[in-house]
C-alpha cells in the first residue's frame, strides 16, 4: 500500500510541479474534464488528503486516477494514532457525562465496553475509556495460539477476565451498573446480535440503550469522524494497549458512495474494542453538547 501510494503521488506530484503541458498530456486521460467541471486545486487537496489516510487513498486512486484497488484496505495509520496517547486518568472523569459503544461478540472471545467522554470546551478533546473481559480459562491458550500478550494485559489492568471459559453477561451488566454510579452514561450504543437480553436487563435498570447496526449506514459517519479526530489529535485514549492492537487489526471496506465500515472478514484478529469506540463516538458526537447532532449541522464527510 506504501508503494502504491508512494507511485500516486509521484503521478500527482509530477502533475502539479511540471504543469499545463503535463497536465495536458497525461492527467486528462483519467480526467477528461479537467480544468473544466474538476478544478485543479480540488483535485491537489484530495491527493494532500489521501497521503494520511488510507481509505481516501483508495478513493483518489479510484476515482481521480482510474485504478482498480482493493475494497478492503487497511485503515488506521498508526503514528497518527500514537500521537493521541495522552494520559487519561479516570479519577478526573468522574460526575463527567459520556456515552458507551457495546460489543457482546461471542461469549468465548472478547468483550468490549468503551466510554467516550465529549469535550467540554472548545480546548478539550474526546476521552476515551475501554474496558475488555475474555474468559479466565481461555486466557493461556488464547495467548499461545494467537500470540496475543492477553495475561500480561490482564496482569496491567488492560483486560479483566471472568471466571470459566465464557464471559458471562451479568457480570457485565453489574460492571456498567457500578460504572455508572462513578459518571453519567447517558446512552448505550449495542450491536443487536446476541444482545436482546442484555439490552432488556439494561433498560429495566434505567440505562437508554441504542441499537446500532453493523452496515454501512450506522458506522460510516463515526467511522470517518474517528479518523480525522485521530488525525487531528482530537482522540486521546492513553495509549491503551489492547485498543491500540484492535485498532491497528481494522481493514474498511468502501461501498460505491464512499461510505465505509470496518470489515470483519478481512479483520481476521479482534476489532472488538474499536468498533465499540465507533459506536460509543457516534452516540457523543450526535449529542455530546446536549444540542443537535453534528451531522445534522454539517451533513456527513464523504472522503
Known sequence: MASSLHQASTFVGLLITIGVHFWGYYSHKANPSLGITVDVSKLRSAFLSAKDNPVEENLFRQLRLNQWVKQAVRWMPMDKWDLCKSPVDAERLKGRHCYGGLDLSSTTDVTAFVLVFPPTDDEEVYTVLPFFWIPEDTIELRTRRDHVPYDVWEKKGLVFSTEG???????????????????????????????????????????????????????????????????????????????????????????????????????????????????????AMRNGSGGDSVYDERGLIIV
Open 165 to 283: 471459559n465464557v464471559v458471562h453477561y451479568g457480570f457485565i451488566e453489574r460492571f456498567i451498573m457500578e460504572l455508572s454510579c462513578k459518571c453519567e452514561i447517558r446512552e448505550i450504543a449495542v450491536d443487536r446480535w446476541n444482545a436482546t437480553q442484555v439490552i432488556q436487563n439494561l433498560t429495566d435498570e434505567g440505562f437508554t440503550l441504542v441499537p446500532f447496526g453493523q452496515g454501512f449506514k450506522d458506522m460510516s459517519p463515526a467511522t470517518k469522524e474517528l479518523m480525522k479526530l485521530t488525525l487531528e489529535g482530537k482522540n486521546a485514549h492513553g495509549g491503551h494497549e489492547a485498543l491500540r492492537w484492535m485498532a491497528d487489526n481494522i481493514f474498511i471496506r468502501t461501498n460505491p458512495a464512499g461510505n465505509i465500515k470496518p470489515d470483519k472478514e478481512k479483520s481476521t484478529e479482534r476489532i472488538d474494542g474499536a468498533v465499540a469506540l465507533i459506536m460509543a463516538l457516534d452516540r
